[in-house]
Structure formats: C-alpha cells, structure tokens
C-alpha cells in the first residue's frame, strides 16, 4: 500500500462518528412530557394532602378559639354579610368566601364573647392573629398569634413572649401602645417589647382596626338578641 493511501486509511479509521441532530419536535415532545408529568405530580400530591391539612387548619383554628376564649363550652360561627352578622349566607355563597367570626358560650348559654380572626403587615410580613372579646364589657379576652414571619429571635416574641401576650388578658379596648416609661397603668395599655416596637404595635393596629370595624356589628347580633 502507497503512503497516501495508508494516509486516507488512518483519516477515515481515526474521524469522530458524525453526530446525529436530534430534530427539534423531539425536543419539544420531551419537555411537554416531562412537564405533564410534573404538573401531574403536583395536582396528585396535592390531593392526596388535601383533606390533612384542611383537618390541621381547622383543629388548629379550633384550639385557638377555645383559648382566647378561655375554653368555651360551644362557640357558633357567624358570617360578615352586607354590614351583619348572620349564622346563615344566602343561598350560592361559600363560607370560605366569606369573613368568619365565633361567639362562644358557657355550659348553660351564657355568652362568653367572640373570637376574630384578622391579619395585617407587621414589620417583615403579614401578621395573622386571633383574639377573643367581650362586647358587654369592651375587654380583650385574650390574643394569640397564628402565623408570623417576624425576625426569628427579636420579631418573633411577639407570639414567644408570654409577658407581652399575657397583658391583652383583660385589657380595655381601644388598645394603647406604651413602652415602660409612659406607661400609667391604665387597663388600655400594651407595653410595648423592647427592640420590638413596630412589630408589637402591628399587634395592638390589628385588634383596633379589627374592632373598629366589626365592633358595632357584634354590638348589634348582642343587642338583637342574637345567639
């Protein structure tokens, strides 16, 4: 064999395989699957979970009720219809779609007052949170935080602190933010935690606001005989 040909022997066994072009529908049809699949995934996890964690939230709810409200014997709910309370919507209307609030009662009827669930911005995040309220005697009955993304270690006492927490048992409405040195121990006021301030604030904003505006409708559901 001649040197040139031994040459075009040694190209041709030495050349890379050519590669082939994967056409672009394949490319296509493999992310529409793969992304079918996960959204298939998603819609099947969450309805596999569903039911479990509506269950959570409503003990959840439940538990948090019963303790602003100092362990009720039974509480209804009511629905915030068209400037009213009222324990039945009209026909069509999802409860879900529509604010809830809970009047409870002792063993023998006595009403024990209501526990209002309201959210406003904190200082990181929405601040969601419950408390309970007598309307005969314009008291706070207690105040819980149910969900918080205040800063870990400083934002968050206001749920971890139970000195802070403690003083809306009992606490006359409308609330009054303090800190120690303007506090006159007027049965309004919420000393404020130090370093906490417009988290702690945010707290006593949202039952004010929350009062404010569904005051004069739990007024009249007490007044109108309701329950």
């Known amino acids: ?24 529908w394949k490319l296509v049809a493999t992310l529409g699957t793969a992304g079918m699949m996960a959204g298939l995934l998603i819609v099947f996890v969450y309805v ?3 039911p479990a964690i509506t269950a959570y939230k409503a003990e959840v ?5 019963s303790e602003v409200l100092k362990s009720p014997a039974r509480y209804d ?3 915030v219809h068209e400037g009213t309370l009222t324990r039945e919507l009209p026909t069509g209307m999802a409860p879900a779609d529509v604010e809830q609030i809970y009047l409870g ?6 009403q024990v007052g209501f526990a209002i669930a309201s959210a406003e911005p904190g200082f990181q995040d929405i601040i969601r949170l419950i ?15 149910l ?19 403690g003083q809306f048992d009992g606490a006359s409405a409308p609330l009054v933010g303090v800190n120690s040195r303007q506090a006159t121990g007027s049965a309004n006021e919420i000393d404020m935690i130090t370093g906490v301030t417009i988290s702690s604030r945010a707290i ?8 404010e505006r569904l005051g004069p409708m739990m007024e009249q559901y007490v007044d109108g005989g309701g329950g």
């Open 1 to 24: 064999m001649t040197d040139e040909g031994r040459q075009v022997g040694s190209s041709a066994a030495g050349a890379p395989p050519a590669k082939k072009e994967v056409p672009p």
């Open 48 to 50: 596999a979970t569903e």
């Open 61 to 65: 709810l439940r538990q948090s009720i």
């Open 77 to 79: 709910t009511l629905f």
């Open 105 to 110: 009662f002792t063993e023998s009827g006595e």
């Open 131 to 145: 408390f309970g309220y007598d309307v005969r005697t314009s008291t706070v009955l207690g105040m819980k935080v």
């Open 147 to 165: 969900e918080s993304k205040e800063t870990p270690g400083l934002g968050d006492k206001i749920e971890k602190d139970m000195e802070f927490v």
């Open 204 to 211: 006593v904003r949202i039952i004010n606001n929350s009062l």
